[in-house]
T-cell receptor, first 114, second 110 residues
Framework: ETGVTQSPTHLIKTRGQQVTLRCSSQ?????VSWYQQALGQGPQFIFQ???????GRGNFPPRFSGLQFPNYSSELNVNALELDDSALYLC?????????????FGSGTQLSVL | SQQGEEDPQALSIQEGENATMNCSYKTSINNLQWYRQNSGRGLVHLIL?????REKHSGRLRVTLDTSKKSSSLLITASRAADTASYFC??????????FGAGTTVTVRA
């Protein structure tokens, strides 16, 4: 078990709605990365936050946005939901965010868009 | 797009047997990581191997890396039912971004 917690665990929304997913990072970690995992696929990098600033972004449209708070917890916001946004959303925390260290993943939020 | 690809997509073995899965990637890397995922839950880090390393061990896990062939393998020895999971390799695309493959699903039969 990692110290990374995500909420909610499951969520059902309809197309066009907006959603906010939350993540608390492991103690001592100042970096949070968000990944989207479609069914049967590997996780795809959405973006990373380091000390409250976006530190990098994957190939996702601007309707995917995020925040990191002073306590290093983070939110992922998705506007104008589309059916293809249905996926498992994973957050991962790390100490510095560089790729030569391991990531600690939460259990994910399963989002279904109807 | 995903840089890494695991092979095979699925593997079914008897308890006690060894399981081997491979990962191929396209661009040069600084390090490669392997993760395990149980039933669509969060990923658990297994092992990290750096580009200047050829082999690494952790308990029943053995990872090799061949940078000339842009490939890595993960061997699980003496498999147990608890090893049933999906296994992903992840490579560093840049300083902060990991690229995951589509994974190998391993089923260990009792």
């Amino acid at each position: 078990e990692t110290g990374v917690t995500q909420s909610p665990t499951h969520l059902i929304k309809t197309r066009g709605q907006q959603v906010t997913l939350r993540c608390s990072s492991q103690s001592g970690h100042n970096t949070v990365s968000w990944y989207q995992q479609a069914l049967g696929q590997g996780p795809q990098f959405i973006f990373q936050y380091y000390r409250e600033e976006e530190n990098g972004r994957g190939n996702f449209p601007p309707r995917f946005s995020g925040l990191q708070f002073p306590n290093y917890s983070s939110e992922l916001n998705v506007n104008a939901l589309e059916l293809d946004d249905s996926a498992l959303y994973l957050c991962a925390s790390s100490q510095t965010g560089v790729t030569n260290e391991k990531l600690f993943f939460g259990s994910g939020t399963q989002l279904s868009v109807l | 797009s995903q840089q890494g690809e695991e092979d095979p997509q699925a593997l079914s073995i008897q308890e006690g047997e060894n399981a081997t899965m491979n990962c191929s990637y396209k661009t040069s890397i600084n390090n490669l990581q392997w993760y395990r995922q149980n039933s669509g839950r969060g990923l658990v880090h297994l092992i990290l191997i750096r580009s200047n390393e050829r082999e690494k061990h952790s308990g029943r896990l053995r990872v090799t890396l061949d940078t000339s062939k842009k490939s890595s393998s993960l061997l699980i020895t003496a498999s147990r039912a608890a090893d049933t999971a999906s296994y992903f390799c992840a490579t560093d695309v840049d300083d902060y971004k990991l690229s995951f493959g589509a994974g190998t699903t391993v089923t260990v039969r009792a």
